[in-house]
């Protein structure tokens, strides 16, 4: 069975860091794409970064490069997103994701992915 489970959020003033995990379970480290995105009410769920299975390269939203570092400890079976210089248009509610390769709709795009966290909650503030 697999599982992602992120956790790491919470309220952050702006300029701030946060260091984003996900800890998987039931993939194959080397066959699976990974990603990052995040959604506020109201809004789709927006892609952030993603990464092939072999871990590279990593691609990443223009509203985040720069600022966005995405990584996997391949040994702990974890993916982090660590930010920086955060905004307050980065609260949002972070989630990460899987993708056996079933089906391949753009690094992108949500339905790429099949595997999704609970999410966490990122809020920054002024």
């Known amino acids: 069975q697999v599982q992602l489970e992120e956790s790491g959020g919470g309220p952050v003033q702006a300029g701030g860091s946060l260091r984003l995990s996900c800890l998987e379970s039931?993939?194959?480290?080397?066959?699976?794409?990974r990603a990052w995105f995040r959604q506020t009410p109201g809004k789709e769920r927006e892609w952030v970064a993603a990464?092939?299975?072999?871990?590279?390269?990593?691609e990443y939203a223009a509203s985040v490069k720069g600022r966005f570092t995405m990584s996997r400890d391949n040994a702990e079976n974890i993916v982090y997103l660590e930010m920086n210089a955060l905004k307050p248009e980065d609260t949002a509610i972070y989630y990460c994701?899987?993708?056996?390769?079933?089906?391949?709709?753009?690094?992108?795009?949500?339905?790429?992915?099949?595997?999704w966290g609970q999410g966490t909650q990122v809020t920054v503030t002024s």
């Open positions: 039931g993939l194959s480290t080397s066959s699976y794409r």
């Open positions: 994701a899987a993708a056996d390769g079933a089906e391949y709709s753009g690094f992108d795009a949500l339905r790429t992915y099949n595997y």
């Open positions: 990464t092939n299975k072999y871990g590279i390269p990593t």
